[in-house]
């Protein structure tokens, strides 16, 4: 039995009666969440599971599955609702998963409407139905010792299936809870998907090896509007109803708390800390949460690590770094800035090449300062080269266009041209004040050498979003889809530029 088992095991022993899971109609005790975690582990073992795929919402009992499956020594495969039938359809095939169990019959009959669910036992109080999956010939990869394969579509339509043994999700959880300082205090709301990894090592494995209560709300009860859209109202008066002492935001969710706040929307009184990771934070937005006197601590991982890598702390914080490295990992740099990660690693990507205790090119920039808080600058591939020959991180410029409350969203191209080209997406209120945009880009290039200032910029049609593909689901932008999608605007923008040089 691993140490996050136990330590349930332990406490459903020592305190019984104390809440570990909250949900929106039913509250589990740890002895009740033992018992529930047992009952289901044994049916699985008298059904002879080994590889199972859940496409559920956010409920006790996808818990209860999580946990169960450890107890029985089998791979759970997390398919987050925004993938795409074709997306949920490669990752079933690609880990050869078995049986699916799922809340949301009229998904799964969308996207396999050829395979018929049936119900199974009741877990948590809750119907679940089950989908027997045909799996391919030759599609028996050996997955001894994998608990997690947790699929990352990254900046591809294609997602990756990342590998993880329970050790090495636990070590983060461990990490975590020690490092940020979780007791059996802390009442931890659910704000992301669980099958987002960065939720279920933060927001249930962390607060159960601490004896904590974690909230586990329907995601249409704290603000999600389908795949992609937030409501701050509904959000803020989660956070408010849970008396949450703890959440974990993607930055637009929390561009989303932080307009609603604004407004004057309380939150919770015991709110102790708002985690933000997924991807880059502007410093617009860490500004204005310091503004607001919002407990704002940001953080970065990799799935490829179990999630969290660095993260600042209550008491060991500072603005603009994502904090200093778990305890567990070691880092050190290429020649070219790019993050290298060492000990707490995945076991290689499923049907590719493993690794094993090697260090791991994260395709992140970053560095060190002399305290050991780390700093991203930018991604490796997204990195460009001017026509004059300098390298350019986009990041480094979308961060700086984003400081200014007319600009929502930005990306920037410039790859072998004379001057980059700014994509903006306008907060809503400004899109047609260009006067406001020309004006946040010139503070912005007043911040950024030559090399690295805007030269001309045009609005987006819409935000980038996982609906429209342009985005990924911890909030990086897809450059590729984004490219393919505005490449005649912004090489007409060039090719006027040529013909005033070479007339």
């Known amino acids: 039995m691993n140490s996050l088992l136990k330590t349930i095991q332990q406490f459903a022993q020592d305190t019984p009666d104390a809440i570990a899971i909250e949900g929106d109609d039913l509250h589990l005790s740890y002895a009740a969440l033992q018992s529930e975690v047992v009952k289901l582990s044994d049916h699985f073992k008298r059904h002879h599971y080994q590889r199972l795929a859940i496409l559920m919402d ?8 999580d946990l169960a499956a450890q107890m029985a020594g089998i791979t759970l495969i997390p398919l987050p609702a925004f993938f795409s039938p074709q997306q949920i359809r490669h990752s079933l095939a690609d880990a050869a998963a078995e049986r699916l169990v799922t809340d949301q019959t009229e998904l799964t009959a969308k996207m396999l409407p050829e395979l018929k669910p049936r119900p199974i036992q009741k877990v948590a109080g809750q119907s679940c139905w089950e989908i027997a999956l045909p799996v391919a010939a030759g599609r ?35 990490s975590l809870k020690k490092t940020i300082g979780i007791t059996s205090e802390e009442r931890h709301l659910c704000l992301l998907p669980f099958a987002v990894l960065l939720e279920n090592i933060g927001g249930i494995y962390t607060p159960l090896l601490a004896g904590a209560r974690c909230i586990t709300p329907n995601l249409s009860k704290v603000g999600h509007l389908g795949a992609s859209k937030i409501d701050p109202k509904q959000m803020a008066a989660a956070i408010r109803s849970a008396n949450a002492s703890s959440i974990i935001l993607l930055p637009q969710m929390l561009q989303a708390l932080i307009a609603e706040v ?29 503004a607001l006197s919002l407990p704002l601590l940001e953080g970065y991982g990799l799935s490829e690590c179990g999630s969290v ?6 008491t060991r914080q500072r603005s603009g770094s994502v904090g200093k490295l778990l305890p567990h ?22 049907n590719r090449l493993s690794i094993h205790d090697e260090w791991y090119a994260s395709g992140d920039l970053g560095h060190l300062d002399a305290d050991g808080y780390l700093y991203i600058t930018g991604r490796k591939k997204s990195c460009f080269i001017t026509s004059f020959g300098r390298n350019v991180a986009p990041e480094w410029i979308e961060k700086e ?36 945009i020309n004006t946040a880009i010139e503070k912005a290039n007043q911040r950024l050498p030559d090399y690295a200032q805007v030269g001309r910029w045009l609005l987006a049609d819409e935000p980038f ?27 007409q923008i060039y090719c006027q530029y040529d013909s005033v040089i070479n007339p």
């Open 465 to 491: 979003s996982i609906a429209n593909q342009q985005f990924t689901a911890t909030g990086r932008p897809r450059r590729n889809a984004i490219w393919a999608y505005y490449a005649a605007p912004i090489n």
């Open 329 to 350: 990992i070691q880092i050190r740099f290429a020649e070219d800035g790019e993050i290298m990660l060492k000990g707490n690693l995945f076991n290689g990507y499923l």
């Open 401 to 436: 266009l984003t400081l200014h409350p007319a600009i929502d969203q930005a990306v920037v191209f410039g790859e072998a041209r004379p001057y980059n080209v700014a994509l903006i997406v306008a907060q809503p209120a400004l899109k047609q004040d260009v006067s406001q």
């Open 58 to 65: 956010n409920s006790p009992a996808w818990v209860v599955f």
């Open 262 to 290: 604004t407004t004057g929307t309380a939150l919770s009184e015991r709110l102790r800390f708002i985690a933000v990771g997924g991807a880059p934070v502007s410093r617009g937005l860490l500004d204005q949460a310091k």
């Open 140 to 174: 028996h990869t050996n997955l001894n010792g994998i608990a997690k394969i947790t699929y990352t579509s990254g900046t591809t339509g294609t997602p990756k299936g990342v590998c993880l043994t329970q050790t090495t999700m636990n070590n983060v959880a461990d």
């Open 309 to 314: 890598v660095a993260v600042n702390t209550p």
